[in-house]
C-alpha cells in the first residue's frame, strides 16, 4: 500500500512516501523543505515534491491510498484542523486534511507529532514489547504521546501530552508561550535562548568564548551548534547542555510520578546530545522521582534516530482519524498496525 507521509515542523517540513506491507515499511523516496512562508505555500510545494517522486519512479497518483499528516499541537483530528501550534506561526485552523484530500484524491489522517511518533516507536523502534511508553519530541518544541496499557492515550480533546507547558520554575527561557516551562528548557528553542543568555553574560564580562566569540556570531547560535560543539569538548557547551540535562530530570520526575511508565523514549536533542545531557538528568532523577517507579522506568534515545518524523508520518496515516465524517476507533487502529 502506497502512502504519502507529510511531518510539519517548526523549522522544516518534509513529505515522505512509502510502501507498507504489513509491519515492513519500504521508504521510497523524502523530501525536505524549510518552513517558510504561508502553510498553502509549504503544502503545494510538498505536493509539488510528491508529484516529482511518483513521476521519478514510475507511479502515479492514484497509486496513493493514504494520507497521514504528523504536527505539533493543538490540533483537532476529528476536524483535521491544525490550531495555532506555537512553533507554527500563522498556522490558525488550517483544513489540513481536507485541503491535501482535495489535492491528492485520498482520505487524510492528522495526529499530533509526539502522539505519531509514540506509535512508530512503538511499532517500530524503542518501544516494541512495552506496554506504558511515553515519547518526548524534544525537537523545536516539546510535546509527549502516551501509550498507557497497551493503547495510544490522547484524552478529551486530542490535548493530553501537552508537557511543554508545565512550568518548572517561575523564571526562565520561555517557551509554548510561558516563562520557565519545560518546552522552555528542554527544546531546541529554549536551549538557543538559555546559550544566548549564557554568552551574552560573559561576552559582556569580557571573557573569551570559541562557540560564540562576538554578538554577531549569538544571533544565529542554535541548539544543534550546541551539540556539535560539545561533542569537541567545548567547555561552555557541555555545560549549557548539563543545566538542560537537570531540567530534563525535574520534568522527567513529574510524569513518572504520576504515569509510571516502563520506558521514556525521547528523539531530537535529545537523541543527538544525550551523553551531554544524561548524568545531570540521573542526578535529578534520583533526588525527584519516587523512587520504585523510577526503578522501573527506561530513559532511552530515539532508535528510529533521524527517521523517526518519518515513521511518524506513516503511522498518522495508518492509524489516524477519518477526517470526512467517519471517526475510526483509533485506539483499535493502532493495536492492529
Known sequence: MLIAGFDIGGTKCSVILADVKGEKIDFISRDEIPTEGNWKTIIDTLIEKISGSLHRFGLKQEDIKKAGISCGGPLDSKKGMIMSPPNLKGWDNVPICSYISEKLNVSASLMNDADACAVAEWKFGAGRGYENIIFLTFGTGLGAGLIL???????????AGEVGHIRLSSEGPVGYGKRGSFEGFCSGGGIAQQAKTYFTEKLQMGLICPLCPDFETLKELTAKDIVLAADRGDEDAIEILDRTGRYFGL??????DILNPEIIIAGGVFMRGHKHIEKSMAEVLEKEALALSLKHCKIVPSELNEKIGDYGAISAALCGLR???????????????
Do not use: E, F, K, P
Open 323 to 337: 477526517h470526512r465524517g467517519v471517526q475510526a476507533d483509533l485506539r483499535h487502529n493502532v493495536r492492529g498496525i
Open 251 to 256: 520534568g522527567l520526575s513529574v510524569l513518572i
Open 149 to 159: 496499557n497497551g493503547r495510544l492515550y490522547t484524552g478529551t480533546n486530542n490535548m
